[in-house]
């Protein structure tokens, strides 16, 4: 299917429904070093932590060779190689609690191609609406961005982070850390756990960070050093990838009611950018 083909997607709507189960909670707490997993029932389910429900779960022959689901389905069959979650915008409503009965309606809200320096590029906008008995939770649209595989001298230079944080925590992004990760959202892609794949097939210098485990350590970061603030909003962009091969930091500061995020890879560069905004208990 050419890439003017895709439009035909937009309006494309899906509903899955699930439950709000403590073994995950519990997993993704010890993966992220935390001591307090929400595992009562009623209790709040964290940001982010949603992407651990509704997971795409093909069987192998429905897999394709970079580990993701073939190209197909729900998402549209967008024929480039590369394929990444560049951002998404969230709005919590209120706080999916363990044990619910959860669903989650999708629909591709739009499907767009543009010419970058690297060749064509397509970006699919998801907008997912997460309901429990009291109604809708979250809102959240997400941006998928396909592109070509990148040729010599195609990647530009990040900018730099800024360094005027509050508080920042190092984080190590060993193997295991990305296997776990992996596992607990059942990500099969192999840029994050086969280290010679992502060098040789998609020419990246090593493993790859995932962008959601990014965004969830930003906003863990946020909760460490706050811990009595409710997130009201989140959203995240993407700006360059981080490789296990070197720490990072997840950094942030809070002035009012706006918290603003960042990660800094370990030469000072930006890896992605995010903001919250926050109320008091």
Known sequence: MS??????????????????TQV????????????DPPVQAGEAV???????????????????????PKRGGFLPPVPLPRRMWAGSRM?????????DAISRTSRIANVTTKQGRSGTLVFVQVHHEIS????????????????DMPQPGDTPK???????????????????LLFRYSALTFNGHRIHYDRPYAMHEESYP????????????????????????????????????????APFEVCGRLDGDLATLWARGADGQLAMQASATVASV
């Open 132 to 147: 429990d008995a009291r109604g809708v939770a979250i809102s959240e649209e997400q941006d998928i961005v396909y592109r």
């Open 158 to 176: 990040p900018p730099a982070a800024r360094t005027d944080e509050q508080f920042s925590r190092r984080i190590t992004p060993d193997p295991v």
């Open 91 to 99: 709005s919590f409503h209120h706080p999916l609690q363990v044990g």
């Open 46 to 68: 964290p940001p982010c932590w949603q992407w651990l429900y509704f997971l795409p779960i093909p069987p192998m022959s429905g897999v394709g060779s970079d580990g993701h």
């Open 3 to 20: 890439t003017e083909d895709l439009t035909q997607w937009i309006g494309r709507t899906e509903t899955l429904e699930d439950q709000v």
């Open 24 to 35: 995950p909670l519990k997993a993704l707490s010890a993966t992220l070093d935390r001591t």
């Open 206 to 245: 090593g493993l790859v960070v995932h962008g959601p485990l990014i965004a969830t350590l930003l906003i863990d970061q946020l909760r460490r050093v706050h811990p009595g603030l409710v997130v009201k909003s989140y959203e995240f962009k993407a700006v360059s990838p981080l490789i296990d091969t």
